[in-house]
């Protein structure tokens, strides 16, 4: 999974100031080497590079500084470095300064700087979100949005994230690798991540187009602090109305939302808006419809109870969970053009012999596993009234099944997208 900082690596600190001359030019050499010639122009190099760990230096104390002559220090030759100073002689030669007037050891405080990149809370300038609605609440142990409370049915704890970042591993690996399906413009300037999640898809999109400024929307604040440095996340709810100015972004990206948005046409118009001509919407999302092509599903077992009782859930609650299979149809009404629907086979489990489909498979079983007790348990207690303890019966039939070998289940994936016409425009 990607890790919710981005850890820089460099060379080592000197840790002391009692090494003779050879020893600081081999360390110092050293360092050079490892990190290759920069050009330190780029603040972000340089601080890659040159401090690793952001932790300060051991400064000398008293007895380990090394006792100098205030005469100008000759250099050998131009690859030779001068012999270290103490601190002391460091600022008081040629500088003008009184040392003994300075604080923290000379040095000199900026109030006023700031760096966003290397803030105390590990936040960017792109990234900063409000503590007003980082907040959350926990229901039946596990952990919920706090903004817009109740909004979405499904946990944001640690358990619920792994889990969104393998749905995007096994969305990788049903598409083939591929990031989106839309044949957006070669240098995209904006995207828009509806949903984002982890951040996990709203970041690789980052990194493969530095040209674009790539912006995350979602309802919970749960994404990394460190990210690249084109894309912001912010805390926004898609059924609200949009405020982005109109026809900005190339592309808008919607997946895994079937629990997220009641109205799918009002989003797509939306979208329409935002979307400058010739930009494009995606739409990913499974189409929930277990089925056997052997018989080996049977009409009463516990995965169709299931798959028609989170129907009625979800039903009682605006959403619908068959959405994905309308997709092509509502894109259609929106007024897109060249609209393309996209579908390809997901089994539950490893059964299939065929490679790929046996490693979807496993992903998606994996991950389902994993959902079970958060998707149940907000829908099935909200919705249908069932308690904590009818839940976790009910889950370990239907773990049994899921888990057996003699079940062959297949689902499908659709991905629709399509184009803004390129003699649309709307007004702000």
Not at 207 to 226: E, H, I, R, Y
Not at 241 to 248: D, E, F, G, K, R
Not at 284 to 303: F, G, K, M, Y
Request: negative net charge; aromatic residues 8%; contains cysteine.
């Amino acid at each position: 999974m990607e890790p919710e900082q981005r850890r820089s690596s460099g060379s080592g600190v000197v840790s002391g100031w009692d090494k003779s001359r050879e020893d600081v030019e081999s360390q110092e050499l050293a360092s050079h080497s490892a990190c290759g010639t920069k050009d330190l122009s780029s603040s972000q190099e340089y601080k890659q590079d040159f401090f690793p760990s952001q932790r300060p230096p051991v400064l000398p104390d008293e007895d380990s500084a090394i006792s100098v002559s205030s005469e100008k220090r000759p250099m050998d030759d131009q690859n030779s470095f001068p012999a270290p100073m103490t601190l002391p002689e460091f600022y008081s030669e040629g500088s003008g300064v009184d040392v003994s007037q300075q604080p923290h050891g000379g040095i000199e405080v900026d109030d006023a700087w700031t760096d966003p990149g290397f803030e105390s809370d590990g936040s960017s300038f792109l990234s900063q979100i409000s503590s007003s609605i980082d907040a959350y609440y926990w229901e039946n142990g596990r952990r919920y949005h706090g903004y817009k409370e109740g909004r979405y049915p499904l946990p944001n704890d640690e358990l619920e994230l792994d889990r969104e970042d393998m749905k995007h591993q096994e969305m990788m690996l049903i598409t083939d690798g591929q990031l989106h399906m839309a044949p957006i413009i070669q240098n995209p300037q904006r995207i828009l991540d509806v949903g984002t999640g982890t951040g996990i898809w709203a970041m690789e999109m980052a990194d493969k187009f530095p040209s674009a400024a790539v912006v995350g929307t979602d309802l919970s604040p749960v994404q990394p602090k460190w990210v690249p440095p084109n894309l912001s996340f912010e805390i926004d709810d898609v059924e609200a109305a949009w405020t982005y100015m109109p026809n900005t972004f190339d592309l808008i990206h919607v997946r895994f939302m079937f629990l997220a948005v009641k109205d799918f046409p009002r989003m797509l118009r939306q979208a329409m808006i935002a979307l400058k001509p010739g930009g494009y919407i995606e739409l990913s999302e499974l189409a929930v419809d277990p089925r056997s092509h052997d018989n080996t599903l049977p009409q009463d077992s516990q995965i169709l109870l299931w798959i028609r009782l989170l129907r009625e859930a979800s039903t009682r609650m605006g959403y619908d969970m068959t959405i994905a299979q309308s997709f092509k149809r509502l894109v259609l009404d929106a007024g897109f053009e060249e609209v393309t629907e996209d579908i390809r086979e997901v089994p539950w489990g490893g059964w299939p012999k065929d490679r790929r489909l046996k490693t979807i498979g496993i992903f998606h079983k994996e991950q389902l596993k994993q959902g079970l007790q958060g998707i149940v348990m907000g829908l099935f207690t909200r919705s249908l009234g069932w308690t904590q303890a009818e839940v976790e019966v009910f889950l370990i039939k239907l773990r049994e099944e899921i888990n057996s070998r003699d079940i062959h289940v297949t689902d499908h994936a659709h991905i629709v997208y399509g184009r803004k016409p390129l003699g649309a425009t709307h007004m702000a």
